[in-house]
């Protein structure tokens, strides 16, 4: 099994979510990332975060852990649109997980959202409804 961290559209009770639940994907755990990263409001539909890591100016930013066997990880991966992609992410108890990153030029329309924490958080700040958890 391979882990994967998602940061926003994915999480259980967001629109993305059934790409990982329809590939028998296993939710393992919420953590968070290192204090290393900013985290954006992407300009996307439906509506996406991104995870930047830096060496100055980072936040740990809230995550999900799921679990998916190779065949789906990779089906999973395959079907990522541009500017999000997969690389490697450091947790804050300092494991290494694959999770989603953002190219650089989605940034120049996007908005710094890493005082939130986490998607859900942002969210909740625009009058979004709760989501399942």
Avoid: C
């Amino acid at each position: 099994m391979i882990t994967i961290a998602v940061v926003g559209a994915h999480l259980r009770g967001q629109p993305l979510n059934p790409q990982l639940t329809e590939r028998d994907a296993v939710f393992e755990e919420e953590t968070e990332t290192a204090a290393e990263y900013r985290f954006y409001a992407l300009e996307t539909v439906p509506p996406k975060p991104g995870l930047v890591r830096v060496a100055n100016g980072g936040a740990s930013i809230a995550v999900e852990l799921w679990a998916l066997d190779d065949a789906a990880f990779g089906s999973f991966v395959a079907e990522i649109p541009s500017p999000l992609g997969i690389g490697k992410l450091v947790l804050a108890d300092g494991r290494v997980v694959p999770g989603f990153i953002v190219e650089p030029y989605a940034l120049d329309s996007a908005v710094d959202i890493t005082a939130f924490g986490g998607w859900r958080a942002y969210r909740a700040s625009l009058g979004t409804p709760p989501t399942a958890r």
